[in-house]
């Protein structure tokens, strides 16, 4: 069975994208540890990147290059200074050198280099990316990865399989399982999801890493809400966030997040006032991750504002607390771990179903426990909210995660509340369709659904909107 930590499915990194970002920026690292394993990092002469498929035909727009170059030269993307980042890549391309791991420098031209095969799909999954280094001895080390979704990466024989060996006190393969595991326990799923955790980290760990992921949605949030301008890549696209802010607060004063915060709660609870914060929310963050700024994979950058957009609302609408914040973050984030093994979470193997959609399933699910749902409603929010992203394609246009992505974490996170009162009002043992089912309908339509439609941005709206597009 497969073990997944909450912390496996959040991910605190650098937008635009977690499969053609983030993905390949891990996967550059792993491959210079490989070269360190075999004893040859010193004997590295140069390094050529292939990119396959869904990386190569979107890669531009998603700064796949970009995240490659970053990788190779040392740049880790939890720490990295996110201001002046493209900057430092240009004064790469520029000297057409860079230092291999922040620490040697060898020749590296970009444009030669970083190799698109738009037409050539490695068969192991959509998004490949190899590495070969050239060494003094005139040998080469070579290997490929694959970059599966939400920040995720494997090799072709790590699937065949190197499971996580981990044994953990309520291995969860299924929402059945789950929910069994809380009656027989006579616990919240947040409490079995805890003693799986404390498995891996201890008490103070796992506090420590809650506390960082809300506070990186709280600081992410904030920041698209005071950040004006337009998007890179050259679609013009405006950032609207700020400018909805400042409508929504008025003349009310603050200096802080907290003082924000408080002087949100102390507004309009109108019905549309409260839609228009949540969609504020939700923009800003991704926002942001189409800016290369911070962000957190929930459960891929692409739909990385729809959680914290359920959050804010919680925290902002509902009274909630840090408690409660707590609860939402390790429901959800086995929720969507529930979708990692039983269908995906890559929009280049399911389209957006399988980011907005699990996104919205899993804020839905957080939110219904943070209300005070029993552990049967918060699985049929869960439910609910997929059943109504099946089918959703990602054609993103000029490969940008910009449109229509960004309106659609919007759209995810009002599900996602909807879902949540609706299974709130509910008797769960009248649903017709079970999480499980659901899940498993998602992966046959992920099956089903026309490669076009899988983040290549050779369909729907990306092939009926001109563009001319520059390096996001």
Avoid at 30 to 51: A, G, I, P, T, Y
Avoid at 149 to 163: K, S, T
Avoid at 222 to 236: F, V
Avoid at 395 to 415: F, H, S, W, Y
Wanted: aromatic share 8%.
């Amino acid at each position: 069975m497969e073990a997944i930590s909450v912390f496996d499915i959040f991910k605190i990194g650098v937008g635009p994208s977690s499969s053609h970002t983030m993905g390949p920026w891990r996967a550059s690292q792993q491959f210079l540890d490989r070269c360190r394993q075999l004893h040859s990092f010193e004997k590295v002469v140069s390094v050529r990147v292939d990119l396959f498929g869904s990386l190569a035909k979107t890669g531009k727009g998603h700064g796949t290059d970009v995240a490659v170059i970053l990788g190779l030269a040392g740049e880790d993307p939890v720490t990295c200074d996110t201001k002046g980042l493209k900057d430092r890549v240009e004064d790469i391309r520029a000297a057409g050198s860079l230092n291999l791991g922040g620490l040697r420098k060898i020749a590296f031209h970009p444009a030669a280099d970083i190799i698109f095969h738009f037409d050539r799909v490695l068969p192991f999954h959509p998004n490949g990316i190899s590495f070969t280094a050239s060494l003094q001895d005139g040998s080469a080390i070579e290997e490929t990865y694959y970059s599966v979704g939400g920040g995720f990466v494997v090799q072709e024989e790590d699937d065949q399989l190197r499971v996580e060996v981990t044994q953990l006190p309520f291995p969860v393969q299924s929402g059945a399982q789950l929910a069994s595991y809380c009656h027989d326990e006579g616990e919240t799923i947040p409490r079995i999801v805890w003693k799986n955790e404390s498995v891996w980290r201890s008490v103070e760990e796992i506090q420590a890493g809650i506390s960082r992921l809300w506070h990186e949605f709280r600081e992410c949030v904030y920041r698209g809400c005071h950040q004006d301008g337009i998007l890179p890549g050259g679609l013009g696209v405006v950032r609207r966030a700020a400018s909805m802010n400042r409508a929504l607060i008025q003349d009310q004063e603050y200096s802080s997040i907290d003082e924000w915060i408080r002087a949100i709660r102390a507004g309009s609870r109108d019905f549309r006032e409260i839609s228009r914060w949540v969609s504020c929310f939700a923009l800003a963050v991704n926002e942001e991750n189409a800016s290369f700024s911070r962000v957190v994979t929930a459960p891929t950058n692409g739909a990385a504002g729809v959680i914290p957009a359920v959050l804010f609302y919680y925290v902002c609408f509902c009274d909630g607390d840090e408690r409660g914040v707590e609860d939402f973050i390790l429901t959800a984030g086995e929720i969507g771990s529930l979708f990692k093994k039983g269908a995906t979470i890559s929009a280049a193997m399911g389209g957006c179903q399988a980011e907005i959609g699990v996104s919205s399933a899993m804020a839905a699910a957080g939110l219904t426990q943070c209300l005070g749902g029993s552990i049967d409603q918060v699985l049929m929010a869960s439910e609910i909210a997929m059943e109504h992203h099946l089918g959703l394609t990602c054609d993103p246009i000029g490969g940008l995660v910009q449109i229509p992505c960004i309106e659609r974490n919007t759209m995810g996170a009002i599900k996602a509340i909807t879902a949540a009162n609706i299974a709130m009002d509910s008797d769960p043992s009248n649903a017709k369709v079970s999480l499980d089912g659901v899940i498993k309908s998602m992966w046959e339509t992920a099956l089903d659904m026309n490669s076009k439609y899988k983040e290549t941005a050779e369909g729907g709206l990306a092939l009926y909107i001109p563009v001319s597009i520059s390096e996001c």
